[in-house]
């Protein structure tokens, strides 16, 4: 790839930024020094541009979330590591997951306050039975038994760890009458019984993926957005009257990279129903695993460092947004799916350092568009989850996470670096123990293949800078400032800290190539975070 060369010119219009470590430089810290060249700025130099007197956007504070498949949940039809198929889904019978795991809870855990979702295409093959007797087997067409003691665990986990539940009801063809009308009775029983106890649900989704459905449970099981926005208009009398202030989301309908929505049902559903709706959600993942049976951009290290596949993003989530302003202008959009590649994941890719790129730059995007939530597939499990569930060892992708929710707040600025091989995001910086108001959380992706000398215009600043990087783009392991991260036995991470740099006007720094920077700017003093 080439490296970026552009520089923005021209007065700035607030405090900017970068930092970044490389070897044989002047030393800032011992074994990571940090380079930095005075002016006049060397070639390749790039400028971010942050303007940091008003907001952009704001997003929930939950806004970095993370599901757990129903698959995994109710011990269903996993993601296998010979990588086939069945019906849609994986061809792995796996037992319910062990939310009970110490080593689970404490890597959980500095990702909260987050959403948990339930879903996934089994979620429309789960039978609800709350009974202390429940039945051993699901009956047809339910595939799936979530029982008592499953959902205590799960609910169990969210309460203890300060997560809030986002559960996917079934809409599939089980609690449907001879017309194909959802019925709420079975659902019904799973609410009453969460409400009771005061489980920490807030939002109730409809059906996952409903576009999908032919795909998924045949193709004479099609249903269209007028038919389900009657659904959902059920459902919602069922949570007004079982769970009275709860959130009803959906349709959740998935977009394919370069296609879109296939078989659409967003606009007819928003158009028809969307005054139920207190969530419109909507799913997408960059590029297809070798698992999917139909793929319209295969997976490849390579993706995860084209702009061009980067950016698509915007393209699906301005054209969900479209639709919501036409029918329901005040209704908040949620990317309430998405993950590296769909199908599990790509084996090689997803679990590793290259799917930070895309993680991190989706996660910018998303937040500038104002979308409050982006919900990650998923915890554990997989290749394309945070965890590998089998050892719980964090993938590079959750260190990344980890950063994230430690820096980033939810008030969004407006960042740009003149170049789309720099991708530069900002954000009022999250608030604690020596960050004074007004400082500012900045995430970089360098998608450049060389150093990129970044610039920090001014009188100077302290910058507090962690820079992740890693041997290969498809490696395992990341490293933060050159130190291989690694939880501990228990799960407890290290210590996580930054280099703190002191800049003078008129000086330069390397972001290393094909690398990820979080920076916090203390002394930034920006109006729109006071």
């Given at each position: 790839?080439?490296?970026?060369?552009?520089?923005?010119?021209?007065?700035?219009?607030?405090?900017?930024?970068?930092?970044?470590?490389?070897?044989?430089?002047?030393?800032?810290?011992?074994?990571?020094?940090?380079?930095?060249?005075?002016?006049?700025?060397?070639?390749?130099?790039?400028?971010?541009?942050?303007?940091?007197?008003?907001?952009?956007?704001?997003?929930?504070?939950?806004?970095?979330?993370?599901?757990?498949?129903?698959?995994?949940?109710?011990?269903?039809?996993?993601?296998?590591?010979?990588?086939?198929?069945?019906?849609?889904?994986?061809?792995?019978?796996?037992?319910?997951?062990?939310?009970?795991?110490?080593?689970?809870?404490?890597?959980?855990?500095?990702?909260?306050?987050?959403?948990?979702?339930?879903?996934?295409?089994?979620?429309?093959?789960?039978?609800?039975?709350?009974?202390?007797?429940?039945?051993?087997?699901?009956?047809?067409?339910?595939?799936?038994?979530?029982?008592?003691?499953?959902?205590?665990?799960?609910?169990?986990?969210?309460?203890?760890?300060?997560?809030?539940?986002?559960?996917?009801?079934?809409?599939?063809?089980?609690?449907?009458?001879?017309?194909?009308?959802?019925?709420?009775?079975?659902?019904?029983?799973?609410?009453?019984?969460?409400?009771?106890?005061?489980?920490?649900?807030?939002?109730?989704?409809?059906?996952?993926?409903?576009?999908?459905?032919?795909?998924?449970?045949?193709?004479?099981?099609?249903?269209?957005?007028?038919?389900?926005?009657?659904?959902?208009?059920?459902?919602?009398?069922?949570?007004?009257?079982?769970?009275?202030?709860?959130?009803?989301?959906?349709?959740?309908?998935?977009?394919?990279?370069?296609?879109?929505?296939?078989?659409?049902?967003?606009?007819?559903?928003?158009?028809?129903?969307?005054?139920?709706?207190?969530?419109?959600?909507?799913?997408?993942?960059?590029?297809?695993?070798?698992?999917?049976?139909?793929?319209?951009?295969?997976?490849?290290?390579?993706?995860?460092?084209?702009?061009?596949?980067?950016?698509?993003?915007?393209?699906?989530?301005?054209?969900?947004?479209?639709?919501?302003?036409?029918?329901?202008?005040?209704?908040?959009?949620?990317?309430?799916?998405?993950?590296?590649?769909?199908?599990?994941?790509?084996?090689?890719?997803?679990?590793?350092?290259?799917?930070?790129?895309?993680?991190?730059?989706?996660?910018?995007?998303?937040?500038?568009?104002?979308?409050?939530?982006?919900?990650r597939q998923t915890l554990s499990g997989s290749d394309y989850g945070l965890l590998d569930d089998t050892t719980l060892t964090p993938r590079p992708d959750y260190w990344a996470s980890v950063l994230w929710k430690r820096l980033m707040g939810p008030v969004v600025l407006d960042a740009t670096s003149g170049?789309?091989?720099?991708?530069?995001?900002?954000?009022?910086?999250?608030?604690?123990?020596?960050?004074?108001?007004?400082?500012?959380?900045?995430?970089?992706?360098?998608?450049?293949?060389?150093?990129?000398?970044?610039?920090?215009?001014?009188?100077?600043?302290?910058?507090?800078?962690?820079?992740?990087?890693?041997?290969?783009?498809?490696?395992?392991?990341?490293?933060?400032?050159?130190?291989?991260?690694?939880?501990?036995?228990?799960?407890?991470?290290?210590?996580?800290?930054?280099?703190?740099?002191?800049?003078?006007?008129?000086?330069?720094?390397?972001?290393?190539?094909?690398?990820?920077?979080?920076?916090?700017?203390?002394?930034?003093?920006?109006?729109?975070?006071?």
């Amino acid at each position: 790839m080439r490296r970026g060369a552009l520089r923005t010119r021209g007065p700035l219009t607030a405090l900017v930024l970068l930092a970044g470590f490389g070897p044989g430089c002047d030393g800032n810290a011992e074994g990571v020094p940090a380079m930095m060249v005075t002016a006049p700025p060397p070639d390749g130099a790039v400028t971010v541009d942050a303007k940091v007197a008003t907001a952009l956007a704001r997003v929930d504070p939950r806004f970095l979330s993370f599901a757990v498949d129903s698959s995994q949940v109710a011990g269903g039809m996993w993601w296998s590591e010979d990588a086939t198929v069945q019906g849609g889904t994986g061809s792995q019978k796996v037992p319910p997951f062990d939310f009970s795991r110490a080593r689970l809870r404490a890597l959980a855990a500095p990702l909260a306050p987050a959403f948990l979702r339930i879903g996934g295409s089994e979620a429309d093959r789960a039978f609800y039975d709350l009974s202390e007797t429940p039945v051993t087997a699901a009956p047809p067409p339910y595939e799936l038994v979530l029982t008592r003691s499953i959902w205590d665990g799960l609910a169990g986990f969210g309460r203890d760890l300060g997560l809030t539940l986002f559960f996917t009801l079934n809409a599939g063809p089980g609690p449907r009458d001879a017309a194909k009308r959802w019925d709420a009775t079975n659902a019904r029983e799973l609410v009453r019984y969460a409400t009771g106890r005061g489980d920490p649900v807030e939002v109730w989704e409809l059906g996952n993926e409903i576009n999908g459905y032919p795909l998924i449970h045949g193709t004479d099981f099609l249903l269209d957005g007028a038919a389900y926005a009657k659904d959902l208009r059920t459902a919602r009398a069922m949570l007004d009257a079982d769970a009275p202030g709860a959130r009803l989301a959906g349709p959740s309908s998935a977009y394919w990279p370069l296609v879109g929505e296939m078989n659409p049902v967003m606009d007819d559903t928003l158009r028809e129903g969307g005054d139920v709706l207190d969530v419109v959600t909507w799913h997408y993942y960059p590029q297809q695993s070798t698992r999917c049976p139909v793929t319209s951009r295969p997976a490849g290290l390579e993706v995860m460092l084209d702009p061009d596949a980067l950016d698509e993003v915007d393209v699906w989530a301005g054209e969900v947004e479209g639709h919501r302003d036409a029918h329901v202008p005040k209704t908040p959009v949620w990317l309430g799916e998405t993950g590296n590649a769909q199908c599990g994941g790509a084996p090689g890719i997803s679990d590793r350092f290259a799917g930070t790129f895309w993680w991190v730059d989706e996660l910018g995007r998303i937040a500038r568009r104002g979308q409050p939530v982006v919900i990650r597939q998923t915890l554990s499990g997989s290749d394309y989850g945070l965890l590998d569930d089998t050892t719980l060892t964090p993938r590079p992708d959750y260190w990344a996470s980890v950063l994230w929710k430690r820096l980033m707040g939810p008030v969004v600025l407006d960042a740009t670096s003149g170049t789309p091989l720099l991708r530069a995001y900002a954000h009022c910086a999250v608030a604690g123990a020596g960050v004074p108001s007004g400082a500012i959380g900045m995430a970089l992706v360098n998608l450049a293949d060389a150093a990129t000398p970044i610039g920090l215009p001014g009188s100077g600043h302290r910058v507090d800078a962690w820079i992740l990087t890693a041997d290969t783009l498809d490696a395992r392991d990341v490293r933060l400032g050159g130190v291989a991260l690694a939880a501990d036995a228990e799960g407890s991470l290290p210590d996580l800290d930054p280099r703190r740099l002191d800049f003078a006007a008129g000086r330069w720094l390397d972001l290393p190539p094909h690398s990820v920077a979080f920076l916090r700017l203390p002394d930034a003093d920006a109006p729109a975070c006071r």
